[in-house]
């Protein structure tokens, strides 16, 4: 009874607070993700700050370009396209001013910006892969973020290398992936 009672209680204040149910409830799905992730609620918190950032950055500046950053456990990996190699290095030098970031990944292609069709066929893949994945048995999907630009899947997470391989042959073994890049860190192993 006294764990029915508080979820009973919550149902019914819902619909009373409509215009805070999405809100609630995307904090709830958060607040959940983050129980099964390995990085702290704060390194969590500080990573989607980090992304809001790099947004806002290479919105201003690199405004026609095009430019992921995928932020895990301070680490950004950049993905996208920019029309020259000095932009490439200007996106990274921009990025590594971020307070909190502590590495860079720099992925970005030096070529034209991708098309929707092509966004849309990598977002399939990535979902594809976390599918994939909650059904492996030898690893949480939950500790592995999976990235997709141009076919080829980036895998970051906070994972033991045997968790790492079994991630990487997921992915490899998906349709549509035509390269994996690992940008994991590595767990000690436990003694």
């Not at 990996?77 to 921009?94: C, F, I, S, Y």
């Not at 492996?136 to 592995?144: E, I, Q, R, Y």
Request: hydrophobic letters at 45%.
């Amino acid at each position: 009874m006294r764990r029915i009672l508080p979820l009973l209680i919550a149902c019914l204040v819902a619909p009373l607070l409509s215009g805070c149910v999405g809100l609630a409830a995307t904090g709830v799905g958060a607040a959940a993700f983050m129980v099964e992730d390995r990085r702290t609620a704060g390194t969590y918190v500080e990573d989607e700050n980090i992304e809001w950032k790099i947004l806002r950055i290479t919105s201003d500046r690199f405004g026609a370009a095009h430019i992921n950053a995928t932020s895990y456990n301070r680490k950004v990996l950049l993905t996208g396209e920019v029309p020259d190699d000095g932009q490439r290095k200007a996106v990274e030098d921009a990025v590594r001013t971020v307070a909190g970031v502590t590495d860079v990944t720099n992925e970005l292609s030096v070529a034209g910006n991708s098309s929707l069709a092509s966004r849309g066929n990598d977002t399939a893949i990535t979902g594809s892969v976390k599918s994939r994945m909650l059904r492996n048995g030898k690893f949480s999907a939950n500790h592995v973020k999976v990235v997709t630009e141009g076919g080829t899947v980036y895998l970051m997470g906070l994972v033991s290398a045997a968790e790492a391989d079994a991630a990487v042959e997921v992915a490899r073994s998906t349709a549509g992936v035509t390269r994996v890049v690992k940008v994991f860190e590595i767990l000690p192993a436990a003694k």
